[in-house]
Structures are given as structure tokens and as C-alpha cells.
């Protein structure tokens, strides 16, 4: 058995396509079901849109990855579907990024990133990130 096989990978995919599938699925009727409640909220459509969007990324590269092919031809349409999916999260943490309140002082979780510089910026790669220093404390 080859672990870089395309073939033997067919049970997991299949694993992968049903449960993608089934979360989407829920997620779209919930979403139907409480619409006017998501609607209220100024930042919550965009989450829900790019929660759908990555559950159809793992469907769709799943569902590319059970269809019999060479590794390569694999490799060329994920590469293409991630470009293609690629940028939908980054508007939603972009404009939450600008009105979130960062939580000064320590902690952890998603407030406590700083407001200023989004995280989906093409610079992020090249300069890690760090947290906002606390009043009165002084650098290293």
C-alpha cells in the first residue's frame, strides 16, 4: 500500500464527502429556519456564508479526490478549488476585525487578537503577529 496513493485514500474521502455534507446540510436549514434572527445581527450573515463555504471546500476536494485519477491531476484541481474558495473567509474577519474590542491584559480566544491589522492580510505570513503590551508595561 502506498500512503501518497490516491486510491487508498478512497475510504476516508468517502468518510469526508458524507459528514461535509451532512453539516452543510444542517447548516443550511438552520440558517433557513432562523433567518430573520441571523439577519439581525450586522457580522453573523457573513460568518454563516463563510462557514457554508468551507464545509463546500471540504465536499468539494473530498468528492475530487474519490474520482479515479493521477496524483497530479488531484493535486491541480484542489490547488484550483482552494484558490477559488480561498478568499471567502477573509472578508467577514477583515470588517469584524475593524469593530471587534480587543481584550487588553492577557487572555486568549478571538477578542484577543488587536483590531488593527486584519488576519487575513497578504502580509501575515511575513511578520508574525503580537499582542497589543498592556498600559504601563514596558518591552524586551
Known sequence: MNAYGVTAWGTFFAAEVGAAAALTGLLFVAAAIKLARILSFPKLPARAGETLAVLLLVVVTSSLALVPQAAGALGI?????????????????????????AIRGGGSGPGWRSPRRPRCSSSSAARPWRPAQAAGSTGS
Open 77 to 101: 484541481e484542489v490547488t484550483a478549488v482552494a484558490l477559488l474558495f480561498g478568499g471567502v473567509p477573509c472578508p467577514s474577519r477583515r470588517s469584524t476585525a475593524r469593530t471587534a474590542p
